[in-house]
């Protein structure tokens, strides 16, 4: 049995270390899906690579040169954090943002992390926005609390709601019972009791378990009326 395992894990070894030359062989032949890979095999330290900032700041370089969008996105993050490279926040933003008009989501979010960290709020806000145009529920979700409960640049409820209502259509269980509640209370729209239940009825088809329990009371209520 012994003899079984040592066989085993020499196999093992030996599958991963031509999985890694066969990477390698790629990256090196200029392929940049290949080039990323390698990278964040060295920035981990994982799958038969030592960890190594520099090596892997080194090939996220090379595929970034091919606009590869995650090598892009992790370029912004080693010169955010001065992983293998000197810190530069000014680098991080150009790498982050040119991520981004390459499609990374992953890009956008770091993006307003980052500036939210440094307290530069409407460059957050901004980046926000554009998440939200390209339908980020969270990014709508966070926006529409952010105008409704007023700490948005130039909040206004009626961006709120719209906010909300990208978010909903995509069938957002929170953005539902939010709108539900906006109809409830009247906070951007006109009061309307039918809105009001047909979207707690959308948030609980959603799964929001809050709505859910808001129409079981509410079932409950009217059967004990009946009886």
Known sequence: MKRFWCIACALLVLSSCHGIYKLRRQAVAGDPVAQYEYGRRFLTGQKGVLRSYKRAFRWFSKAAESREPRAMAAMGLCYERGIGVNRSLSKARRWYAAAVDEGNDDACHSLVQMEARAGNLTGALRWLERMADDDSVPAQLMLANMHLNGSARNASVAEGIRYLRYAAMQGDGEACLMLS?????????????????????????AGN???????????????????
């Open 209 to 227: 378990q809050t709505a859910v329990d808001i129409l079981t009371q509410s079932w409950k209520a009217k059967e004990n009326q009946k009886n």
């Open 181 to 205: 509640t906006c109809y409830a209370t009247g906070k951007g729209v006109p009061r309307n009791e039918e809105l009001m239940v047909g979207w707690l009825v959308n948030a609980a088809e």
